[in-house]
């Protein structure tokens, strides 16, 4: 089992930066990890929830969405077991749920390929 503890989320103003983080833990992830693949994804008010990043666990190799292209970044520390998102420029549109996850096996934007899931951190951004 993989279990993911997600935290840094906050109020912030249009325009400004935050960083979540998202913790894994868990044997199969410790023994295993370079099998994974990452990924955040946000959840808006009576929305689905939206593709935002992934990480290839083992290469590094990042995919985003448009919408965050070029303001996020998404990066892992291997040491720590520890996933991250640096988003900045934040828009109102930013708001949301933001959930990390995690599959064995390649990286995708499918949420229903993740098998793994954190709680979600809330990110409101004020304009």
């Known amino acids: 089992q993989v279990q993911l503890q997600e935290s840094g989320g906050g109020l912030v103003q249009a325009g400004d930066s935050l960083r979540l983080s998202c913790a894994a833990s868990?044997?199969?992830?410790?023994?295993?990890?370079?099998?994974?693949?990452m990924a955040w994804f946000r959840q808006a008010p009576g929305k689905e929830r939206d593709f935002v990043a992934a990480?290839?666990?083992?290469?590094?190799?990042?995919y985003y969405a448009t919408s965050v292209k070029g303001r996020f970044t998404i990066s892992r520390d291997i040491a720590e077991n520890t996933l991250y998102l640096q988003m900045n420029s934040l828009k109102p549109e930013d708001t949301a749920v933001y959930y990390c996850?995690?599959?064995?096996?390649?990286?995708?934007?499918?949420?229903?390929?993740?098998?793994?899931w954190g709680q979600g951190t809330q990110v409101t951004v004020s304009s």
């Open positions: 868990g044997r199969t992830f410790s023994t295993y990890a370079s099998m994974y693949a």
């Open positions: 996850a995690a599959r064995s096996g390649p990286v995708t934007t499918s949420k229903g390929a993740y098998a793994y």
């Open positions: 990480i290839n666990w083992s290469t590094g190799n990042t």
